[in-house]
Nanobody, 125 residues
Framework: QVQLGESGGGLVQAGGSLRLSCVAS????????MAWFRQAPGKEREIVAA?????????????YYADSVKGRFTISRDDAKNTVYLQMNSLKPADTAQYYC?????????????WGQGTQVTVSS
Protein backbone atom coordinates (compact mmCIF):
# COMPACT_ATOMS: atom_id res chain seq x y z
CA GLN A 1 0.00 0.00 0.00
CA VAL A 2 3.00 2.29 0.57
CA GLN A 3 5.95 2.63 -1.79
CA LEU A 4 9.05 4.62 -0.84
CA GLY A 5 11.78 6.18 -2.94
CA GLU A 6 14.88 7.90 -1.55
CA SER A 7 17.08 10.51 -3.19
CA GLY A 8 19.72 13.06 -2.26
CA GLY A 9 22.66 10.84 -1.39
CA GLY A 10 26.15 11.49 -2.69
CA LEU A 11 29.74 12.32 -1.85
CA VAL A 12 30.43 15.16 0.56
CA GLN A 13 33.43 16.43 2.52
CA ALA A 14 33.60 16.09 6.28
CA GLY A 15 31.81 19.00 7.90
CA GLY A 16 29.50 19.41 4.93
CA SER A 17 25.75 18.99 4.63
CA LEU A 18 23.35 16.84 2.69
CA ARG A 19 19.57 16.57 2.56
CA LEU A 20 17.88 13.26 1.87
CA SER A 21 14.33 13.03 0.59
CA CYS A 22 11.88 10.15 0.62
CA VAL A 23 8.72 10.32 -1.46
CA ALA A 24 5.90 7.98 -0.50
CA SER A 25 2.83 6.83 -2.35
CA UNK A 26 -0.42 5.90 -0.66
CA UNK A 27 -3.55 7.57 0.62
CA UNK A 28 -2.66 7.01 4.28
CA UNK A 29 0.89 8.39 4.29
CA UNK A 30 0.00 10.65 7.21
CA UNK A 31 -0.95 7.64 9.33
CA UNK A 32 2.59 6.19 9.25
CA UNK A 33 5.51 7.02 11.46
CA MET A 34 8.51 7.59 9.20
CA ALA A 35 12.10 6.69 9.94
CA TRP A 36 15.59 6.73 8.48
CA PHE A 37 17.93 3.78 8.94
CA ARG A 38 21.50 3.32 7.80
CA GLN A 39 23.84 0.41 7.27
CA ALA A 40 27.59 0.60 6.77
CA PRO A 41 29.65 -2.27 5.30
CA GLY A 42 30.28 -4.93 7.93
CA LYS A 43 27.85 -3.38 10.40
CA GLU A 44 24.23 -4.01 11.31
CA ARG A 45 21.44 -1.73 10.25
CA GLU A 46 20.65 0.97 12.79
CA ILE A 47 17.92 3.52 13.21
CA VAL A 48 19.04 7.11 12.70
CA ALA A 49 15.89 9.18 13.21
CA ALA A 50 12.12 8.82 13.30
CA UNK A 51 9.10 11.08 13.28
CA UNK A 52 5.59 10.07 14.28
CA UNK A 53 2.38 10.87 12.47
CA UNK A 54 0.76 14.24 13.09
CA UNK A 55 -2.08 14.40 15.59
CA UNK A 56 -4.10 17.01 17.44
CA UNK A 57 -2.46 16.14 20.77
CA UNK A 58 1.16 15.39 19.89
CA UNK A 59 3.72 18.08 19.13
CA UNK A 60 6.20 17.24 21.85
CA UNK A 61 8.16 14.02 21.79
CA UNK A 62 7.25 13.30 18.18
CA UNK A 63 10.83 12.86 16.98
CA TYR A 64 13.61 10.41 17.81
CA TYR A 65 17.33 10.65 17.11
CA ALA A 66 20.16 8.25 17.67
CA ASP A 67 22.74 9.66 20.09
CA SER A 68 25.38 9.59 17.36
CA VAL A 69 23.48 12.10 15.21
CA LYS A 70 21.61 14.16 17.79
CA GLY A 71 22.19 17.86 17.24
CA ARG A 72 23.49 17.30 13.71
CA PHE A 73 20.58 15.65 11.88
CA THR A 74 16.99 16.85 11.61
CA ILE A 75 14.04 14.78 10.43
CA SER A 76 10.92 16.47 9.10
CA ARG A 77 7.88 15.61 7.03
CA ASP A 78 5.50 17.30 4.65
CA ASP A 79 2.35 15.21 4.46
CA ALA A 80 0.90 17.40 1.71
CA LYS A 81 3.84 16.36 -0.48
CA ASN A 82 4.03 12.79 0.86
CA THR A 83 7.67 13.43 1.68
CA VAL A 84 9.98 12.91 4.63
CA TYR A 85 13.39 14.61 4.83
CA LEU A 86 16.64 14.06 6.66
CA GLN A 87 18.80 17.17 6.91
CA MET A 88 22.35 16.11 7.75
CA ASN A 89 24.83 18.74 8.93
CA SER A 90 28.40 18.52 10.22
CA LEU A 91 28.84 15.19 8.49
CA LYS A 92 31.58 12.83 9.62
CA PRO A 93 33.26 9.90 7.86
CA ALA A 94 31.47 7.65 10.38
CA ASP A 95 28.19 8.73 8.78
CA THR A 96 29.14 6.92 5.58
CA ALA A 97 26.47 4.30 4.93
CA GLN A 98 23.52 3.26 2.83
CA TYR A 99 20.52 5.22 4.09
CA TYR A 100 17.03 3.72 3.97
CA CYS A 101 13.63 5.30 4.37
CA UNK A 102 11.01 3.27 6.24
CA UNK A 103 7.33 3.52 7.17
CA UNK A 104 5.83 2.10 10.36
CA UNK A 105 2.37 2.00 11.91
CA UNK A 106 3.87 1.70 15.40
CA UNK A 107 5.28 4.32 17.78
CA UNK A 108 7.54 4.73 19.67
CA UNK A 109 8.79 1.21 18.91
CA UNK A 110 9.49 1.37 15.18
CA UNK A 111 8.68 -1.78 13.25
CA UNK A 112 8.84 -0.91 9.55
CA UNK A 113 6.17 -2.25 7.24
CA UNK A 114 7.77 -0.77 4.12
CA TRP A 115 11.32 0.03 3.02
CA GLY A 116 12.87 2.13 0.32
CA GLN A 117 15.71 0.89 -1.87
CA GLY A 118 18.31 3.07 -0.18
CA THR A 119 20.63 5.90 -1.14
CA GLN A 120 24.39 5.99 -0.58
CA VAL A 121 26.01 8.68 1.54
CA THR A 122 29.79 8.89 1.50
CA VAL A 123 31.69 11.38 3.66
CA SER A 124 35.35 11.97 2.84
CA SER A 125 37.90 13.01 5.45
Amino acid sequence: QVQLGESGGGLVQAGGSLRLSCVASGRTFGAYAMAWFRQAPGKEREIVAAIRWNSSVAYYGRQYYADSVKGRFTISRDDAKNTVYLQMNSLKPADTAQYYCAASTTWPSISPDYWGQGTQVTVSS
